[in-house]
Structures are given as structure tokens and as C-alpha cells.
């Protein structure tokens, strides 16, 4: 994302989230009050790592990661989520 104008440093890592489901499976409409937090996003940047040592996610990486990790941010009326690498559980 060349548009954004943030650069995360050391280990951090800007995400931006996945929309929360509004319908189960089984076709059951969630309301806004009963909606969980989304813990999966995609990676839009990435820090240079600490002491050299390589990050192990790259832009464009989706990623799991606990349902209250990192910092809520809005840019440019987009919301993002701001952490350290080691927050993220899992690439999928």
C-alpha cells in the first residue's frame, strides 16, 4: 500500500483487519451489539526487525492474532491495528 503514510518500527506490524462476520453459516444474521472482534487481517507494513533479525511476516501476509492485541488506528478513515510481531499467532 503505497498510499499509506505509516511505517511501523522494530518489530511492529500494521494490519488491517477483516470485516466481522454479519451471517453464520447457517444464514443467521449477527447484530452489531453480538459481533466478535476480528482476529484475522491482512499485512500492510512491516518494521525492519530488531538487532537484524528477520521478520517473519511480509506485506500482503494474512495473519491471525489475539482478539485483543494491538493498538486500534484510524488512517485516512481506515482502521488498522498496530503490534509487535509477536503478537501474530499464525500466517494462514
Do not use: C, H
Not at 17 to 38: L, N, R, V, Y
Request: net charge positive; proline share 4%; charged share 25%.
Amino acid at each position: 500500500m503505497s498510499s499509506l503514510k505509516i511505517k511501523p518500527l522494530q518489530d511492529r506490524v500494521l494490519i488491517e483487519p477483516q470485516k466481522a462476520e454479519k451471517m453464520t453459516a447457517s444464514g443467521i444474521i449477527i447484530p452489531d451489539s453480538a459481533e466478535e472482534k476480528p482476529q484475522k487481517g491482512k499485512v500492510v507494513a512491516v518494521g525492519n526487525g530488531i538487532d537484524n533479525k528477520k521478520m517473519n511476516v511480509s506485506i500482503n501476509d494474512t495473519v491471525l492474532y489475539g482478539k485483543y492485541s494491538g493498538t486500534e488506528l484510524n488512517i485516512g478513515g481506515k482502521d488498522y491495528l498496530i503490534m509487535k510481531e509477536s503478537d501474530i499467532l499464525a500466517i494462514i
